[in-house]
C-alpha cells in the first residue's frame, strides 16, 4: 500500500508556471511508475505525465509536451510536475499516481492514486 499526498496547485494567470509535488509514503514502489493526471469537470481523466521510478525515463501526453516536466527525488520519495505556459485549458484537478506498467498511460495501469490538487488559470 502506497499513500500519495499531492501539493502545489493554485490560481495562476495564464502564460505562468506553477510546480506540483507528490510525496509518497508506505510500501516501497521501487521499480514502479509514477504519473500525472488531470481531470476537469465533464470530461475524462487525462494522461499527463509520467517517469520511471529507478530508471527516470520520462514520457508524456501530446496536449502538454513542451512544456510541463515531471521529475523525481529519490532520497525524498517525491515526484514533481512543472508547469510553464500555463492555458485556460489546463485548468483541472491533477491527480498522481503509482502502478507497475512500464509506459503506462490509462488510469486502469495505475493503482494507488493522491486526492489530488486544484489548478486553475486565468486570462
Known amino acids: 500500500q502506497v499513500q ?13 508556471s506553477l510546480r506540483l509535488s507528490c510525496a509518497a509514503s508506505g510500501r516501497t514502489f521501487g521499480g514502479s511508475v509514477m504519473g ?3 481531470q476537469a469537470p465533464g470530461k475524462e481523466r487525462e494522461f499527463v505525465a509520467g517517469i520511471m521510478w529507478t530508471g ?9 509536451k513542451g512544456r510541463f516536466t515531471i521529475s523525481r527525488d529519490k532520497t525524498k ?3 514533481y510536475l512543472q ?5 485556460l485549458e489546463d485548468t483541472a484537478i491533477y491527480y498522481c499516481a503509482v502502478g507497475t506498467v512500464f509506459w503506462g498511460r490509462t488510469s486502469s495501469d495505475f493503482g494507488s492514486w493522491g486526492q489530488g490538487t486544484q489548478v486553475t488559470v486565468s486570462s
Open 4 to 16: 500519495l499526498v499531492e501539493s502545489g496547485g493554485g490560481l495562476v494567470q495564464a502564460g505562468g
Open 83 to 87: 508547469m510553464n505556459s500555463l492555458k
Open 36 to 38: 500525472w493526471f488531470r
Open 56 to 64: 527516470g525515463s520520462t514520457y508524456y501526453g501530446d496536449s502538454v
Open 77 to 79: 520519495s517525491t515526484v
